[in-house]
Antibody
Framework: EVQLVESGGGLVRPGGSLRLSCVAS????????MNWVRQAPGKGLEWIAS????????YYADSVKGRFTISRDNAKNSLYLQMNSLRGEDTAVYYC????????WGHGTLVTVSS | EIVLTQSPVTLSVSPGEGATLSCRAS??????LAWYQQKPGQAPRLLIY???NRATGIPARFSGRGSGTDFTLTISSLEPEDFGVYYC?????????FGQGTKLEIK
């Protein structure tokens, strides 16, 4: 079974940066699109970024466009999210997700933006 | 951007009763809709994909219907573990947005 493990969350001041990582346990990672989805405390789910298997297509939600960068390293079965110019409203649990008929979600990593 | 509107916001149901949750899309999304269940402190769990197909391991009491703009998730006889927040998500195009959620609570 595919496992996704996120890391890199923590407390950061407004305007700061953070890089999230997600490592996949299966080699099929390199052949599938991957996504980041976040959930602010007590709020709903928000898709924020996607990247195709070869990184040739990348999509962002308007709320993070220009500040966040999604990338991947298929040799390391890893997905990344570089987050710059962080704001209080970016405080959330960030999930690494593979959408499919089976779906695979990581456990999430908490990012807190606060002074 | 496609907007998904879920109703009701909150649904109170007794164990053993049935429940129907709705999700309406702002434009035709064919059958490209998924349903998720989420419990506190957990990642969402996929229940239904392509509007009508149960994901692996999902009990038969969960069923999805609909196409185009109107979709429903029905739970035929609620078990105690079914209570939580339910989200719909479209996968028709980018961005693959979520509805705002329906909280299913014990009556």
């Amino acid at each position: 079974e595919v496992q996704l493990v996120e890391s890199g969350g923590g407390l950061v001041r407004p305007g700061g940066s953070l890089r999230l990582s997600c490592v996949a346990s299966e080699i099929t990672f390199r052949s599938v699109s991957m996504n980041w989805v976040r959930q602010a405390p007590g709020k709903g789910l928000e898709w924020i970024a996607s990247i195709t298997s070869s990184s040739n297509k990348i999509y962002y939600a308007d709320s993070v466009k220009g500040r966040f960068t999604i990338s991947r390293d298929n040799a390391k079965n890893s997905l990344y999210l570089q987050m710059n110019s962080l704001r209080g409203e970016d405080t959330a649990v960030y999930y690494c997700v593979r959408f499919s008929a089976s779906d695979y979600w990581g456990h999430g990593t908490l990012v807190t933006v606060s002074s | 951007e496609i907007v998904l509107t879920q109703s009701p916001v909150t649904l109170s149901v007794s164990p053993g009763e049935g429940a129907t949750l709705s999700c309406r899309a702002s434009q035709n999304i064919r059958g490209d809709l998924a349903w998720y269940q989420q419990k506190p402190g957990q990642a969402p769990r996929l229940l239904i994909y392509d509007a009508i197909n149960r994901a692996t391991g999902i009990p038969a009491r969960f069923s999805g219907r609909g196409s185009g703009t109107d979709f429903t998730l029905t739970i035929s006889s609620l078990e105690p573990e079914d209570f939580g927040v339910y989200y719909c998500q479209h996968r028709f195009n980018w961005p693959p947005g979520f509805g705002q959620g329906t909280k299913l609570e014990i009556k």
